[in-house]
């Protein structure tokens, strides 16, 4: 069965006595674990009934517990639905009204701002705390704590099938509102497969988890892939880089994934290097690409460590996989499909376009998500004919066979009929020495239908000016692709995957121009 | 040439970052590629912001000429600025 209640059955026959959890409290081998999800799982039927289908959500910090209750929920045929510990109430007010979660557990570090919402969610009836929350609520660790582990998942043949939905994982929401992305116990199986067989996840790996395990990365691409070979996973609760390079020492880290803030903020540490951290053999960027400056600076202090990138969805995760030796020739990559995945590039008739030209990303293959939860006409949407996924992003394939990614549908201008992809705009603001970050997107014009206005963050303020960006632009660009509009700022909206939210960023230039 | 003339064909070079020689009579609009549709669009833009009024649509349509633009900023008794402000 391509389940996975089946990967710790798996786990726990051939390495029980490994240790497979390491935080900063305790560390577990796969058989405390299997005894203590069986628990879980038993509790969530005998004190909640929570039935087959049924939604429970998880608001937890990186922590055994986030572990324990991912397996335990979908091994009784529960629907798990993480959600992001950085989301603010009315966020998370909207993820569990929409789930439609029943059940829901609550870590203490995060239950201020979920009790802030909690009485306008009717559908909730069932609420447990992790930790000390000085309210009348289920604990979590009476829950798992006790010697008695009835199988009463197996007593009650609760075995989810291969295509039932075991995740309701919610999208970054960086163009709207954030979907549910329904994803079936095959589908987050085969997700994992891609990343094994991108990564080469080894049995005698230690990989430290900083990003949260909300996300898709994280739990598709990094626990259970790690579960799945045997590896020993390092739970990192919250980022700090002086102490993740200590605990990549103490552990002897082999590998870990991050997003390139992180990488940056590591590479302040002189610390981080091949010779104080010996153990590392493979690093992973995740979420966005990574700058070639940055990519090559971490390679001069690794020279001996991969690193590579991959490009996925929520709703696909990892697809690509663009290797050290890809990265050298093609930086601005995303890769190569991971064997099991099948990419193309389609233009808006729904034809597959020839090499170098720009058309929207398609995806198929068993890793791909069932639909949008309660959103059927998008759901529709999602899907082309042949069983191939929209992904909304635009890019293109070259001769070789690598992809590129250029950014979301969406997000592309039409200028008087003349359609591109911002990126290309914010690429040659980028040359400007004076440019930190840029954000280009397209704002409405009475005659052209849309232009091009840049959001600009200047390295320092004695070196905003704005007309230089025009005028650079100007030299570099045809005429359409020339910003109308450029404005300073001094941050750019970002989620905490460090994805731009075009979102904000489209609702504040909605208010400049009402206030024009 | 005046030093208005000059001033807006510098205003000109600067909008379309292209040469154009300083002793050019007037500059065509059908003359330069780069003064395009589009580009034609954003320089009426710069124009409103240098004098300060928006210009009606047939008005912003025929102006094609660099003297048109000089006989405009006549008209609002508007001076460029030494470094062509765009």
Known sequence: ?516 | MSNTHARVIEFLSVVLQVDIPTDIDDLQRREFSEWDSINHLRLIMELEEILGVTLEDEQAADLSSSRQIEALFTKHGVTLPDEASA
């Open chain 1, 1 to 516: 069965m391509n389940t996975l209640p089946m990967v710790w059955s798996e786990a726990e026959r051939l390495w029980p006595e490994k240790i497979g959890l390491v935080t900063e409290r305790e560390q577990l081998t796969y058989a405390e674990l299997a005894r203590r999800i069986r628990r879980l799982s038993g509790q969530l039927i005998r004190q909640w009934e929570v039935r087959p289908g049924e939604v429970v959500g998880i608001l937890a910090p990186n922590g055994v517990e986030f572990v324990l209750t991912y397996f335990a929920v979908t091994t009784i045929g529960g629907i798990v639905h993480p959600i992001d510990e950085r989301l603010k109430s009315e966020e998370i007010r909207f993820l569990l009204e929409d789930s439609g979660a029943r059940f829901v557990i609550v870590h203490q570090a995060l239950w201020g701002k979920f009790a802030n919402v909690w009485n306008v969610l009717p559908a909730l009836e069932r609420v447990i705390a992790v930790g000390d929350v000085g309210a009348n609520v289920e604990s979590f660790h009476t829950w798992v704590q006790g010697s008695a582990v009835p199988d009463i998942a197996g007593a009650l043949e609760l075995s989810p099938a291969s295509d039932d939905i075991a995740e309701l994982m919610y999208t970054s929401g960086t163009i709207g509102n954030p979907k549910g992305a329904m994803r079936s116990h095959a589908n987050v199986r085969a997700a994992s497969r891609n990343a094994r067989r991108a990564f080469g996840y080894r049995h005698d790996d230690v990989i430290a988890i900083v990003m949260p395990l909300s996300h898709s990365s994280a739990l598709v691409s990094q626990m259970l892939p790690m579960v799945e070979v045997g590896g020993r996973i390092v739970l990192v609760e919250r980022f700090d880089a002086a102490d993740l390079v200590a605990r990549i020492r103490g552990q002897a880290v082999t590998c870990f994934r991050a997003v390139p803030a992180t990488f940056k903020m590591l590479m302040v540490y002189p610390e981080f290097n091949a010779d104080h951290l010996p153990s590392l053999r493979l690093l992973m960027n995740s979420s966005a690409a990574i700058d070639p400056k940055t990519h090559w600076e971490i390679k001069a202090r690794f020279p001996d460590v991969d690193l590579v990138n991959s490009y996925g969805l929520t709703e696909a995760s990892t697809c690509t996989i663009l290797t050290d030796a890809m990265a050298r020739e093609h930086p601005d990559s995303i890769g190569v499909p991971i064997p099991g995945v099948e990419m193309s590039v389609v233009d808006d008739a729904g034809c597959v376009v020839d090499d170098g030209i720009e058309g929207e990303l398609f995806v198929r293959g068993p890793h791909v998500c069932h639909g949008y939860h309660n959103l059927p006409n998008e759901s529709e949407a999602l899907f082309a004919p042949g069983g191939w996924m929209r992904t909304g992003d635009m890019g293109q394939k070259d001769s070789e066979g690598l992809f590129y990614f250029h950014g979301r549908k969406a997000d592309v201008i039409n200028c008087g009929g003349r359609k591109y992809a911002p990126v290309e705009v914010e690429n040659c603001i980028r040359e400007l020495t004076e440019v930190a970050e840029v954000a280009v997107l397209g704002v409405p014009h009475r005659v052209l239908g849309q232009v091009a206005k840049a959001f600009v963050v200047f390295r320092d303020r004695a070196s905003v000016d704005l007309k230089a960006v025009t005028r650079h632009c100007t030299r570099y660009l045809p005429s359409h692709k020339v910003p109308f509009y450029v404005e300073s700022v001094d941050v750019l909206p970002k989620n905490s995957l460090g994805k731009m939210l075009h979102r904000e960023l489209k609702a504040e230039s909605h208010v400049a121009f009402q206030k024009k």
